[in-house]
């Protein structure tokens, strides 16, 4: 079948102006408010061009795209000039049309005339929709555009392959961040870092960022925690033939909601992400011609060799070498003499280990641990696809993944895998600096020594497990941050406003649940019976859990270092009251003290 060109259609469309201007809100996220519109362009209802893709698509094929562009201009200036709509007007340009001649864009500047609008009211938003062949000229196009007092923002940023050159090269006010970074980004540690770092980028040089195609208020949370400036999508607003000035109750409720979204770390990333490359350490390999004799000559005088890689003459890995059964070979009676002149390759270990240099460190491991313990002796040859590119050592592997386990138990503890420390403390260090108000709580177990003494570290374990599993089982799980210091010290940040009744079923279940860990003589007795150093025997009733609360407000604490002292203070004090407590602590207040005891 023959393609014809939509001639008729498009030149009807230009003919008469038959053009649907749309206006899709942009939401300032801080001042909660609609602050500017993005104006969109359909063909005619049910053509077959009504679609904005199909539209320019046909436009281009009749090679009619800058008249369609300049039309599209001209029906949604009209309608805002219509509208007497005072807020700013992002409007696409293709870098073509930013390259007109001089007499080209005069006619675009007739159009602003025509409808009584200044150039401070249109943001031009720069669409990659075309090769750009000149930097320097778009550049030129664009200084002169600022001149006039239009403002630039970059569409899509992300999408295209030059858009970080075309924001160096242009520096647009705004930049826009293309939705596919936005999609599910609570849930997408590798987005949420992209993100992150766009803002960073976009805060260091001076220039606003737009979050586009926003649908859910996951994606918005995260938005806003991140402090993306300005917001666009079907959640704030859709496309609509009128300008919106107000916004939904809901989304006015979501925007001025002043608790942090918790959402995925890449932090707990790091272990996932570490691959065999770090691992590596060149060493020259040996090739099919070099002899028997050659390879136990580099072994003597190179004591640091465990093996030898062997290669052909692509650098393709063939096998490896190994010390041990070199010494070991040629120190039996005549074998020098009779395989010394022979290709090492008559010896070398075939079926050696060979991995690429992109496998992930822990399945590297995982795949050692099962296989033959010479794989940690002789070590492993590391390939890029199929050329050799270096050796990795047991030794090597083992210091890695011995970091990694230290590095992250600062960030998840071991036992519950619960985030530790060092997000802990980032957490609350975020609340204060966004001056979100909320209830810091150390939680302790009461009498945990004296149950592990006497059913040993095992049942002790299953105790802090069952603890971290219920707390993080009964706090809100999009609010409320739960972490584990270590042993059986855990901490709650609550930014919901029912976090004492929340304690109180903590306390409830605890008390409850508790004596089902200890053995059926001992809960009969109430407790457990413990002999000192000293033989004398001292009784621990069953383990309770105390809460030290603290609130805690931006203008009362600086850091973490702060609420960290006043929630051991509050712990401290609630430890002083038997059985299972709560105790608040209000800094610069009465002290009060709310006590629940369960016996």
């Not at 090269?169 to 939705?179: A, G, N, Q, T």
């Not at 990694?404 to 957490?427: D, W």
């Not at 009251?577 to 800094?587: C, D, H, V």
Request: aromatic share 8%; hydrophobic share 40%.
């Amino acid at each position: 079948m023959i393609y014809a060109a939509p001639n008729a259609e498009v030149d009807a469309i230009l003919a008469q102006k038959n053009l649907l201007p749309l206006f899709q809100p942009i939401i300032d996220i801080k001042q909660a408010q609609v602050f500017a519109h993005e104006a969109l362009i359909r063909g005619p209802l049910e053509s077959k061009l009504h679609s904005p893709i199909a539209l320019l698509n046909a436009a281009s094929v009749c090679g009619r795209e800058m008249e369609m562009e300049s039309l599209a201009r001209d029906v949604i200036f009209a309608e805002y000039r219509r509208a007497s709509h005072a807020m700013p007007l992002f409007v696409n340009f293709s870098p073509d049309a930013l390259l007109l001649s001089d007499g080209d864009w005069c006619f675009g500047l007739a159009q602003l005339e025509k409808y009584q609008l200044a150039a401070s009211d249109i943001v031009i938003e720069i669409t990659e929709s075309s090769t750009i062949r000149d930097y320097a000229e778009l550049k030129e196009a664009v200084t002169k555009l600022k001149a006039l007092g239009f403002k630039i923002a970059l569409d899509d940023l992300g999408e295209g392959t030059s858009s970080l050159r075309l924001w160096s090269e242009l520096s647009p006010h705004y930049v826009k961040i293309d939705k596919h970074f936005i999609a599910n980004i609570h849930n997408d540690p590798i987005k949420l870092e992209f993100v992150r770092g766009i803002q960073k980028i976009a805060a260091e040089s001076n220039t606003l960022t737009i979050a586009e195609g926003i649908e859910t208020k996951d994606e918005l949370a995260v938005i806003k925690d991140l402090k993306i400036d300005f917001a666009q999508g079907y959640l704030l607003g859709r496309p609509f033939p009128k300008f919106q000035s107000t916004l939904t109750e809901e989304v006015s409720h979501l925007l001025n909601k002043n608790i942090i979204r918790l959402f995925a770390d890449q932090q707990t990333m790091v272990s996932k992400q570490a691959t065999v490359s770090g691992l590596t350490s060149y060493q020259v390999a040996a090739l099919p011609e070099m002899t028997n004799e050659e390879v136990y000559d580099w072994f003597h005088h190179d004591s640091s060799l465990n093996s030898i890689p062997v290669t052909d003459h692509k650098g393709k890995p063939l096998g490896l070498i190994s010390r041990y059964d070199t010494i070991d070979r040629f120190a039996r009676r005549y074998q020098k003499e009779l395989h010394g002149k022979k290709s090492c390759t008559t010896f070398m270990d075939t079926q050696c280990l060979i991995v690429q240099k992109d496998m992930n460190i822990l399945a590297l491991s995982e795949l050692i641990l099962q296989a033959d313990p010479k794989y940690l002796l002789n070590g492993f040859m590391i390939a890029d696809g199929e050329r050799y590119v270096g050796m990795g050592s047991g030794h090597a592997l083992l210091r890695e993944v011995t970091n990694m386990q230290i590095h992250a138990a600062r960030y998840a503890n071991p036992l519950t895998l619960l985030p530790g420390n060092v997000p802990i403390n980032a957490h609350i260090d975020k609340l204060l600096e966004r001056r979100i108000d909320f209830v810091a709580c150390y939680c302790d177990l009461d009498h945990f020594k004296p149950f592990n003494d006497a059913y040993g570290y095992r049942r002790g374990d299953e105790v802090i497990q069952f603890v971290g599993r219920m707390l993080s089982g009964m706090v809100n799980p999009e609010h409320d941050f739960v972490g584990h210091i270590g042993g059986d010290d855990f901490v709650i940040v609550f930014q919901n406003e029912d976090w004492e009744r929340v304690c109180r079923d903590i306390l409830d279940t605890v008390g409850k649940v508790m004596p089902d860990f200890y053995d059926l003589k001992d809960v009969q007795s109430g407790g457990i019976h413990i002999e000192d150093r000293l033989g004398n025997e001292h009784f621990f009733p069953f383990g309770s859990l105390s809460i030290g609360a603290v609130r805690v407000s931006a203008e009362l604490f600086a850091s973490h270092h702060e609420v960290a002292g006043a929630m051991s203070h509050a712990k401290k004090q609630a430890k002083k009251i038997a059985g299972n407590s709560l105790f608040t602590e209000r800094r610069k207040q009465a002290v009060s003290m709310v006590m629940s005891k369960r016996a």
